[in-house]
T-cell receptor, first 114, second 108 residues
Framework: EPEVTQTPSHQVTQMGQEVILRCVPISNHLYFYWYRQILGQKVEFLVS????????KSEIFDDQFSVERPDGSNFTLKIRSTKLEDSAMYFC????????????FGPGTRLTVL | RKEVEQDPGPFNVPEGATVAFNCTYSNSASQSFFWYRQDCRKEPKLLMSVYSSGNEDGRFTAQLNRASQYISLLIRDSKLSDSATYLCVVFTGNQFYFGTGTSLTVIP
């Protein structure tokens, strides 16, 4: 069964550093998403991406964040100047139809900011 | 006001029991509704979509009441493998909103 993959599984960084989280969505999917889940809290929507541009973003997704689809397979989330409160699990998801259809989540990247 | 609210539980039930989870959402314009399952430190996985007519998938039954802005999930004949956190998810505007989840532990 096709699946969404994410790398790395765990990223440790120093406060103020930049990190890039990588995702490979399911190959025929066209809609991509990033979510975060702070430990013990709910899953929060960050951004959706379609046709090489952001289609929606939450208030969490400020200028510190950016997304990119640098090639035909990868979908990245860049976090600039990381803060302690950025520590969370970051999930990538993809779907093959407009956002109301099933989303498939990747296993997540656990980001720890020290 | 939270977009999606769920009773966090925990629910501890014996094997074979029937358990029901409830969820309310705040925006009457919400378009689509889902139940996801999340195991500890894992990614959410879609359990089922929820329709006004109600839908069933094996031991799982989901129901939507648009007038009351209420979603339910019923699990019959609980199995040990049903132990997880169940997330109520609502699609509103162009965003998915997740509830905090309801924790279920099925006890032998």
């Amino acid at each position: 069964e096709p699946e969404v993959t994410q790398t790395p599984s765990h990223q440790v960084t120093q406060m103020g550093q930049e990190v890039i989280l990588r995702c490979v969505p399911i190959s025929n999917h066209l809609y991509f998403y990033w979510y975060r889940q702070i430990l013990g809290q709910k899953v929060e929507f960050l951004v959706s991406f379609y046709n090489n541009e952001i289609s929606e973003k939450s208030e969490i997704f400020d200028d510190q964040f950016s997304v990119e689809r640098p090639d035909g397979s990868n979908f990245t989330l860049k976090i600039r100047s990381t803060k302690l409160e950025d520590s969370a699990m970051y999930f990538c998801a993809s779907s093959d139809s407009p956002a109301t259809d099933t989303q498939y989540f990747g296993p997540g990247t656990r980001l720890t900011v020290l | 006001r939270k977009e999606v609210e769920q009773d966090p539980g925990p629910f501890n039930v014996p094997e074979g029991a029937t358990v029901a989870f409830n969820c309310t959402y705040s925006n009457s314009a919400s378009q689509s509704f889902f139940w996801y399952r999340q195991d500890c430190r894992k990614e959410p996985k879609l359990l089922m979509s929820v329709y006004s007519s109600g839908n069933e998938d094996g031991r799982f039954t989901a129901q939507l009441n648009r007038a009351s802005q209420y979603i339910s999930l019923l699990i019959r004949d609980s199995k040990l493998s049903d132990s997880a956190t169940y997330l109520c998810v609502v699609f509103t505007g162009n965003q998915f909103y997740f509830g905090t989840g309801t924790s279920l532990t099925v006890i032998p």
